[in-house]
Nanobody
Framework: QVQLVESGGGLVQAGDSLRLSCADS????????MGWFRQAPGKEREFVAA?????????RYADSVKGRFTISRDNDKNTVYLQMNSLKLEDTAVYYC?????????????????WGQGTQVTVSS
């Protein structure tokens, strides 16, 4: 069974960088597409980035993070990463990783079957 655990969140200043990790502690080794979503207070959950099961496969990004965030994965470690550079105040949110077995990198949260518990990212001025 897939069990996703995020880590790496914290409090940073605007312009700083942060790297989030999401590990599949279930070690299922099924070829899942992985995605990152985020939810700010009072707002709906929104898509951030997604990557196919292959580390060299296609990726997808929200327009708001293109050029600043990079998603990657290490299948040997069952871990997906989100490198966040040039962080802005509006990046403050709880960040969730998610997995889906059947779709190519998608920005639709309904197409993800498994979710982590989330990790808080707070960007201050």
């Amino acid at each position: 069974q897939v069990q996703l655990v995020e880590s790496g969140g914290g409090l940073v200043q605007a312009g700083d960088s942060l790297r989030l990790s999401c590990a599949d502690s279930g070690r299922t080794r099924i070829r899942y597409t992985m995605g990152w979503f985020r939810q700010a207070p009072g707002k709906e959950r929104e898509f951030v980035a997604a990557i196919s099961w292959s580390s060299s496969g296609p990726t997808r990004y929200a327009d708001s993070v293109k050029g600043r965030f990079t998603i990657s994965r290490d299948n040997d470690k069952n871990t997906v990463y989100l490198q966040m550079n040039s962080l802005k105040l509006e990046d403050t949110a709880v960040y969730y990783c998610a997995a889906n077995e059947y779709y190519s990198p998608t920005d639709r949260s309904a197409e993800y079957d498994y979710w982590g518990q989330g990790t808080q990212v707070t960007v201050s001025s």
